[in-house]
T-cell receptor, first 113, second 108 residues
């Protein structure tokens, strides 16, 4: 079954405590990306990766880092989380950047207090 | 500001009624996608429309792409409670640009 798996699904953390949200896909997709979803703002892209070791900034990259050491994994790193990063985060993958079917993970609810 | 404007933001209707959701932009896209997102889950692709003026049907859902490829609409006929969810449009050029979504609630 085609899957994009994110962990953790729910997390409450404190300001400044580094955290990583993992993302893994089993479809051998080259393209992966991270989005955040906030009320009234829709989905905004944080970072994307066209392939292993190739990453680039999306629309709202500030405060985030990513890495793509393996094709299947694309972790999102918050080095020093702040309350304005409280959001619902989605990882997504597809065989191409756009136009093809994009598969989303189930989402990770992150609260920074 | 949102590249894609969706309207209305919220829509609550009775089972059996029809509804239309709109997605408008000042930009031209190579194609446009519609997604449905249910609580606790990620968005799921419903359809991709590619040609200006194109109409696609998916059971009771009808999707239309504007002639100028700047806008689109989603029409649901005889809505059912299972149609409840957040409907998102996304414009496609070199990447996806999402609208803020329309929350649709269908009451039994």
């Amino acid at each position: 079954e085609a899957q994009v798996t994110q962990n953790p699904r729910y997390l409450i953390t404190v300001t400044g405590k580094k955290l990583t949200v993992t993302c893994s896909q089993n479809m051998n997709h080259e393209y992966m990306s991270w989005y955040r979803q906030d009320p009234g703002l829709g989905l905004r892209q944080i970072y994307y990766s066209m392939n292993v070791e190739v990453t680039d900034k999306g629309d709202v990259p500030e405060g985030y880092k990513v890495s793509r050491k393996e094709k299947r994994n694309f972790p999102l790193i918050l080095e020093s989380p702040s309350p304005n990063q409280t959001s619902l985060y989605f990882c997504a993958s597809s065989s191409m950047p756009s136009g093809n079917t994009i598969y989303f993970g189930e989402g990770s609810w992150l609260t920074v207090v | 500001t949102q590249l894609l404007e969706q309207s209305p933001q919220f829509l609550s209707i009775q089972e059996g009624e029809n509804l239309t959701v709109y997605c408008n932009s000042s930009s031209v896209f190579s194609s446009l996608q519609w997604y449905r997102q249910e609580p606790g889950e990620g968005p799921v692709l419903l359809v991709t429309v590619v040609t200006g003026g194109e109409v696609k049907k998916l059971k009771r859902l009808t999707f239309q792409f504007g002639d100028a490829r700047k806008d689109s609409s989603l029409h649901i006929t005889a809505a059912q409670p299972g149609d409840t969810g957040l409907y998102l449009c996304a414009g496609v050029d070199y990447k996806l640009s999402f609208g803020a979504g329309t929350t649709v609630t269908v009451r039994a």
